[in-house]
């Protein structure tokens, strides 16, 4: 005879099992779709090939088998390993580290519309890169690809390190900190329009490009830069879990089950500073990914950090090759300029199903 109590306890466990079973379809179905992508833009760069024979390609080259020199074979390993792999890595690494760090920014701010430039970080990086276009001034003290990506990178520090010092000296709140992000990224915004203003045309292209965010031109020697600060970013952050969802209960709420608020929000901020710095500093500024990309999976799987934010880096990824692949096939068109007419409705969708359902965003 079954009791009541043990019934429902199957239920529970039931239950459980299919929601655990449902997040990993998530991403294993991201996964596959990422695989997917790395193939066709293998095609993309060498057309010679069936989709089966660029994975073999891609196979080979990772287990060390090589091809006879001027083969149809060793030409299509030549051109997916030095042009469609960096190109697709990159992609993969930028998606991937938007979409935890916006993930990171919602729950540390407890507002759904953080993203990881919603402290002025986008901003920053822009003023260093057009410095070392338009005036060629480099932190780096060379004119060149290496001090635009190094002006970027440190431009991008800038209001992170402002934020973090004016939170040592005040309470910090989440409202304080989008303010002060908002505030930092219009001072920045008017040096670089004041910047781009007095150029000339050929220089203002260039400085609008950037702006824009691209994936072209990647090459290996961009990837470890990228690589490192991500996946030491992305441990910490996953280790940090726990701690976000406590944090979704609020300020007080945390503080009195023993998390020094401030402290921790500060250490967020550090951390997400750095992984979207490594990140924009070679890619420009792509939006939407951080922004969509949390809202979507926690549809799918629920607001538990410990498997939003894997899962949010997956799919990060999936929607940034996904806009990159559109961009080639529209003519090499930036591929921000493509995630942002995709990611600007899916929102808006977000947005309309969560009022429908609930009343509210969250």
């Known amino acids: 005879m079954r009791y009541g109590g043990e019934t429902e306890k199957e239920q529970v466990i039931g239950e459980y099992h299919h ?17 997917l992508f ?34 149809r074979f060793w030409w299509a390993d030549r051109y ?25 920014m919602q729950a540390v701010m407890g507002n759904p519309l953080a993203d990881p430039y919603s402290t002025g970080i986008s901003s ?13 001034v480099s932190f780096a003290g060379i004119a060149s690809e290496a001090g635009l990506v190094t002006n970027a ?8 390190a402002l934020i973090i010092l004016i939170s040592s000296r005040i309470r910090m709140t989440p409202a304080t900190l989008i303010l002060l992000g908002t505030a930092i990224s219009y001072f920045f915004n008017s040096m670089i329009t004041y910047l781009m203003v007095t150029t000339d045309a050929d220089t203002l292209k260039s400085a609008y490009m950037w702006q824009i965010g691209s994936l072209d031109g990647m090459s290996w020697s961009y990837i470890p830069v990228m690589l490192s600060i991500t996946v030491v970013g992305t441990v910490f952050v996953l280790l940090m879990a726990n701690k976000l969802n406590v944090m979704a209960l609020g300020d007080k709420s945390a503080t009195s089950l023993g998390i020094d608020v401030q402290r921790f929000r500060t250490i967020c901020l550090v951390i997400m500073a750095f992984m979207t710095a490594s990140i924009v500093a070679f890619t ?21 950090n410990k498997f939003v934010m894997p899962i949010s880096m997956a799919v990060g990824a999936l929607l940034l090759l996904a806009a990159d692949y559109c961009a080639y096939l529209l003519s090499n068109i930036p591929v921000g300029v493509v995630m942002s007419v995709i990611g600007s409705p899916v929102f808006l969708a977000l947005i309309l199903y969560h009022t429908r359902k609930r009343g509210v965003l969250y």
């Open 19 to 35: 929601q655990i079973a449902r997040k990993m379809t998530v991403l294993a179905l991201c996964i596959i779709g990422i695989v």
């Open 38 to 71: 790395v193939g066709l833009f293998s095609l993309s760069v060498y057309d010679n090939l069936s989709l089966r024979e660029a994975y073999e390609v891609i196979w080979n080259h990772i287990t060390g088998n090589s091809y006879e020199p001027r083969t």
């Open 80 to 104: 997916i390993w030095n042009t469609a792999m960096p190109h697709a890595i990159a992609a993969i690494l930028a998606g991937a580290s938007l979409a935890i760090c916006g993930t990171l």
């Open 124 to 136: 920053g990086a822009c003023f260093g890169a057009v410095s070392a276009i338009v005036v060629g």
């Open 153 to 160: 990178f440190i431009g991008a520090l800038i209001p992170a």
């Open 284 to 304: 420009g500024i792509i939006g939407f990914v951080g922004l969509v990309s949390p809202h979507l999976v926690r549809l799918l799987v629920g607001s538990d």
